[in-house]
């Protein structure tokens, strides 16, 4: 995923969190957030205080490859995430691949997508899975799932209570795409140039 933004403050009023001194003077702009990397979330701390702190993407391995994605539709059901608490992953996209294509997806207003999480307590500080559901029309041709979007209006009752009824597909005309270089597949590259639209490799008729 990605989180260019590069103003903090914009990201913390989004989520109507405090702020994590820490975490501020640390903030960069990300153009290629992989697994097991650092990335914000917002959650609601001990105190009962809306907080946005730094977490790694991903819970424990299992078979030997961290879990970075939850199904909304089996979330009850996983022993996993049994004791994980609700948090928000602010992105302001994430990638898809079709055909070896990879594709950014974004918001079409321009504006931080905020993805509904979950949480647990890790050896260095929290970390998180991102809760996927169904795709819409616009993800469906690259993969069939995508990350549960939840609006700004809805934040506070994901964090207060498990509001499964949020997790649902967004809306078509909440996304658009282009194509990007292959260059994303590498976890260590991280540049604003990533995020630049080319040329695909097969013309698809994507959206």
């Not at 702009?29 to 914000?40: I, K």
């Not at 609601?44 to 790694?56: E, F, I």
């Not at 967004?170 to 040329?199: C, T």
């Amino acid at each position: 995923m990605t989180l260019a933004e590069p103003d903090w403050e914009t990201i913390r009023a989004m989520l109507e969190a405090e702020l994590d001194p820490e975490a501020a003077a640390a903030h960069r702009p990300r153009y290629n957030v992989a697994p097991t990397q650092p990335h914000p979330i917002a959650l609601v701390a001990a105190d009962g205080k809306r907080r946005l702190v730094p977490a790694t993407w991903g819970f424990a391995p299992v078979e030997g490859r961290p879990l970075i994605n939850a199904r909304a539709e089996t979330l009850d059901s996983r022993p996993t995430f049994a004791n994980a608490r609700r948090c928000v992953v602010p992105a302001d996209g994430f990638y898809e691949w079709r055909e070896q294509q990879p594709y950014w997806f974004h918001a079409s207003d321009g504006k931080l997508l905020l993805f509904a999480g979950l949480c647990e307590p890790g050896p260095n500080g929290p970390r998180f899975v991102v809760i996927t559901t169904a795709a819409n029309a616009v993800v469906a041709p690259a993969h069939d799932r995508m990350p549960a979007l939840l609006a700004p209006s809805c934040v506070a009752e994901w964090l207060a209570r498990p509001a499964g009824e949020l997790l649902l597909p967004a809306p078509d005309a909440a996304l658009v795409a282009h194509p990007v270089s292959d260059r994303v597949n590498g976890a260590d590259r991280d540049e604003p140039s990533l995020l630049a639209e080319v040329r695909p490799r097969h013309q698809l008729s994507l959206f």
